[in-house]
C-alpha cells in the first residue's frame, strides 16, 4: 500500500511541556517532530493535534506552535484519541484514511489510538522516530505491538519522500532542504 498524500492526514498526539522532558532521546525526537510538522505543511497535509488533560501537562511544547497554530486542537481525557467525540468528528471531517501518527507516549496513546484506527477502518502510519516514551524498552514493545496489529511503521525521511513521489520540484527542494 502506498502512502499518498492526498489520502493522509497527519496526527501529533499529546506533545506537551511537563511530559516532554522526561521522554527518551527528546532532543532528537524535538528535532524530528519540527522537521515532520514543516514537511506536512509543505505538502500541504492537514494536521490534527491532541492535548491530554492539559491543565496538568501543559499545552504543546513551544518550539512545535509555530508549526501547529494553524492545526485543530482536541483537548481529551481518553487515552485513544478515538475515544473522544470530539476528536472523532474532526478525523471523520477530513475524508482521508490514512493517519500519519507522531507524538507521546508510544505505548499508551499512541499505541491505543493506533489500535482503534485499525478497528475503524484508517490506516494508521506510525512515525517511529517521531515518537517516544519515558523508557525505551515500552517504546519498542509498543512499535512491535503495532506493526502485529496491522499498523504501517515507517521514519521521517521516509514517509516525506514517499508523500513527495517526485524530485526536481520546489516541493522537493523544500523538502530536501529539511532533510539535510
Known amino acids: 500500500m502506498r502512502i499518498l498524500a492526498e489520502n493522509c492526514t497527519g496526527l501529533f498526539i499529546d506533545i506537551q511541556e511537563r511530559l516532554f522532558p522526561v521522554m527518551e532521546e527528546r ?41 501547529v497554530e494553524k492545526s485543530e486542537f482536541t483537548e481529551k481525557m481518553s487515552f485513544s484519541c478515538c475515544d473522544d467525540p470530539g476528536f472523532m468528528k474532526k478525523l471523520n471531517s477530513q475524508n482521508k484514511k490514512q493517519v500519519i501518527i507522531a507524538g507521546i507516549e508510544t505505548h499508551v496513546c499512541i499505541l491505543q489510538t493506533t489500535v482503534d484506527l485499525l478497528q475503524l477502518g484508517y490506516t494508521p502510519v506510525v512515525i517511529e522516530d517521531c515518537v517516544s516514551s519515558r523508557k525505551m524498552s515500552d517504546k519498542i514493545i509498543a512499535i512491535n505491538r503495532m506493526r502485529q496489529e496491522g499498523a504501517v511503521i515507517s521514519s521521517l525521511e521516509s514517509v516525506l519522500f514517499e508523500l513527495l513521489r517526485l524530485s526536481g520540484t520546489d516541493t522537493f527542494r523544500a523538502i530536501s532542504k529539511l532533510i539535510k
Do not use: H, M, R
Not at 524535538?30 to 494536521?47: D, F, R, T, V
Open 27 to 67: 532532543d532528537l525526537l524535538e528535532q524530528n517532530l519540527l522537521k515532520l510538522s514543516a514537511g506536512l505543511n509543505i505538502l500541504k497535509i492537514p494536521l490534527l493535534v491532541t492535548e491530554q488533560y492539559s491543565k496538568g501537562l501543559g499545552p504543546t511544547i513551544p518550539s512545535l506552535k509555530p508549526f
